[in-house]
């Protein structure tokens, strides 16, 4: 069965430092998103891609973020200088077309900020 | 906006009993409704989901759904819990294009 693949599954960083984290997301799917859980909260949204280009974004998604598809495969989000309030669970996540089709969640890259 | 309210951040039942997780929504437009499940350190798997059709909805692992308009409401249930059910629940709605909106989540304990 196809699935949504990140990688790395733990990072640790010092504060001010870029972070890329990245994913595979399902082959034909066209939406792409991220999707941030921070310690004991609820999953936010943070952006959504399609078609080369963002979608939409969140308040949480500031100049600080960014997104990719460099390739046909990998969907990476970066941030440029992180902050201790950036630690969290991130996921990402894809979807088909349709408003009703499913989004498949990869299992989340685990980020920490020192 | 579409919002997801979930009742009860933390429910235990016994091994065997009824499940009951709660979940309410607001939205202005007919809803796209969904239950996940989060496993310890995994990923969010997606146990059902109402979008049109019938109102009682199926999922994985002997979970189920009923859409109810008229009470806002998108309950989960299984009629009989089992261990492996441990996890947390997350429902969600979606919110414009295709943006999910998540509640807070429920965290489900199973007694032996």
């Known amino acids: 069965e196809p699935e949504v693949t990140q990688t790395p599954s733990h990072q640790v960083t010092q504060m001010g430092q870029e972070v890329i984290l990245r994913c595979v997301p399902i082959s034909n799917h066209l939406y792409f998103y991220w999707y941030r859980q921070i310690l004991g909260q609820k999953v936010e949204f943070l952006v959504s891609?399609?078609?080369?280009?963002?979608?939409?974004k969140s308040e949480i998604f500031d100049d600080q973020f960014s997104v990719e598809r460099p390739d046909g495969s990998n969907f990476t989000l970066k941030i440029r200088s992180t902050k201790l309030e950036d630690s969290a669970m991130y996921f990402c996540?894809?979807?088909?077309?349709?408003?009703?089709?499913?989004?498949?969640f990869g299992p989340g890259t685990r980020l920490l900020v020192l | 906006a579409q919002s997801v309210t979930q009742l009860g951040s933390h429910v235990s039942v016994s091994e065997g009993a009824l499940v009951l997780l709660r979940c309410n929504y607001s939205s202005s437009v007919p809803p796209y409704l969904f239950w996940y499940v989060q496993y310890p350190n995994q990923g969010l798997q997606l146990l059902l989901k109402?979008?049109?059709?019938?109102?009682l909805v199926k999922g994985i692992n002997g979970f189920e759904a009923e859409f109810k308009k008229s009470e806002t409401s998108f309950h989960l249930t299984k009629p009989s819990a089992h261990m492996s059910d441990a996890a947390e629940y997350f429902c969600?709605?979606?919110?414009?294009?295709?943006?999910?909106?998540f509640g807070q989540g429920t965290r489900l304990t199973i007694n032996p």
């Open positions: 969600a709605v979606v919110q414009g294009a295709q943006k999910l909106v």
């Open positions: 996540a894809s979807s088909g077309m349709s408003v009703q089709e499913t989004q498949y």
């Open positions: 891609f399609y078609n080369n280009e963002i979608s939409e």
């Open positions: 109402y979008t049109t059709g019938a109102t």
